[in-house]
């Protein structure tokens, strides 16, 4: 709905000062924000009862920790890679296929929504078939998507909004299902692991690859 909202501010400032239309959007996400300190305080906060983290040694723990290293550098890796070409998406659409705000509002909103129902799927395929297996075939649907959205420049003006908002929700649903074989995966490696230390080193590495990607 927000999204919606903001691409609705917009394009009514298009043609005249776009710049307005972000000041009124940034305004009331600050307004929002603020708003959320009373539900936040409204929340109740257990007694801080944390357990300092045992490594418990056995046989498997020197391949244990090979695996989790792998699991890491792919992750990073493969973040790196999505966020070259990530941060131009949206340079692509209104640029060079000209949505407008309403548009480019509708296509981000369908495919996210489709990603959050498609979470009970993956769940259960996950369950059936393992989180590898679940994360090789959303790595390689997600490889050959950009395929698509260099077709669907050469696709008549009046079916590139449908197509885009299918390719899209295509990606929606395949990130979805990686996210969550990617972490489910990562508690499969955290056996004998202090998982806050290995959570931290996994959102470091991310983070510092996403950073030179969107450099890039």
């Known amino acids: 709905i927000s999204s919606l909202l903001a691409g609705a501010i917009l394009n009514s400032y298009e043609g005249s000062n776009t710049f307005n239309g972000f000041i009124l959007i940034f305004s009331l996400g600050m307004l929002a924000n603020f708003g959320c300190i009373y539900f936040i305080q409204k929340q109740y906060e257990p007694e801080d009862t944390m357990d300092d983290e045992v490594i418990e040694i056995d046989s498997n723990n020197i391949k244990i920790n090979s695996g989790l290293k792998r699991f890491i550098t792919y992750d990073s890796l493969s973040e790196f890679s999505f966020h070259i070409s990530g941060p131009l998406m949206m340079v692509y659409w209104l640029r060079d296929l000209k949505f407008d705000y309403i548009e480019l509002a509708i296509l981000i909103n369908v495919s996210q929504i489709l990603g959050l129902f ?11 078939d393992g989180s590898y297996s679940t994360i090789r075939l959303t790595s390689f649907c997600i490889a050959i998507l950009p ?4 077709g669907i420049y050469y696709m008549p003006n009046e079916l590139i909004l449908a197509g885009s908002i299918i390719i899209a ?3 929606s649903l395949m990130f979805s299902g990686r996210a969550l074989a990617l972490d489910n995966r990562l508690y499969e490696h955290m056996k004998n692991k202090k998982m806050i230390k290995v959570t931290s080193k996994r959102v470091f590495f991310r983070g510092l ?7 890039i």
């Open 118 to 128: 498609s979470m009970r799927y993956w769940g259960e395929r996950i369950d059936n």
């Open 147 to 150: 395929m698509f959205w260099v």
């Open 169 to 171: 929700s295509m990606a």
């Open 209 to 215: 690859t996403i950073f030179i990607g969107g450099l």
